[in-house]
């Protein structure tokens, strides 16, 4: 319990409101703590009101493609937008209050 967490909000950090629900992934780029590249430049885009599937074998990334968006992890290369708007540069609440997630 009072271990910091280590995906916080900048001090310049954005509130996310009026969500118009544009979703990118620009070369994105993802490893786990145990270094294998588990994501290798996934770039897409979702578009507000769009439904988007991911396709793939067990193991090839489709969850974690997902965890990124509300940083439960942060990307080790590239950059995910909403909206235009680098996930990391807006507040980590602000962000969650706008995504649903079912494991
Ligand atoms: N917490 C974790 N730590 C280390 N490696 C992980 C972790 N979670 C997933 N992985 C690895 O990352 C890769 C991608 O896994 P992921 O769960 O994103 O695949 P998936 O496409 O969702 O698979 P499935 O179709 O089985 O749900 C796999 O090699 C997996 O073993
Ligand atoms: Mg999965």
Same mark, same amino acid.
């Given at each position: 319990?009072?271990?910091?967490?280590?995906?916080?909000?900048?001090? =310049?950090?954005?509130?996310? =409101?009026?969500?118009?629900?544009?979703?990118?992934?620009?070369?994105?780029?993802?490893?786990?703590?145990?270094?294998?590249?588990?994501?290798?430049?996934?770039?897409?885009?979702?578009?507000?009101?769009?439904?988007?599937?991911?396709?793939?074998?067990?193991?090839?990334?489709?969850?974690?493609?997902?965890?990124?968006?509300?940083?439960?992890? =942060?990307?080790?290369?590239?950059?995910?937008?909403? =909206?235009?708007?680098?996930?990391?540069?807006?507040?980590?609440?602000?962000?969650?209050?706008?995504?649903?997630?079912?494991?």
């Amino acid at each position: 319990m009072s271990i910091p967490p280590s995906i916080t909000s900048g001090l =310049d950090a954005s509130e996310l =409101d009026s969500v118009e629900g544009r979703v990118d992934y620009d070369h994105v780029d993802f490893s786990y703590d145990d270094g294998e590249r588990v994501l290798d430049d996934v770039t897409f885009t979702a578009n507000p009101g769009e439904t988007v599937g991911l396709v793939g074998p067990t193991g090839a990334g489709k969850s974690t493609i997902c965890k990124l968006l509300p940083r439960l992890y =942060d990307v080790t290369g590239g950059e995910i937008r909403v =909206d235009g708007t680098d996930v990391r540069d807006l507040t980590v609440e602000s962000l969650r209050e706008h995504i649903g997630y079912v494991g």
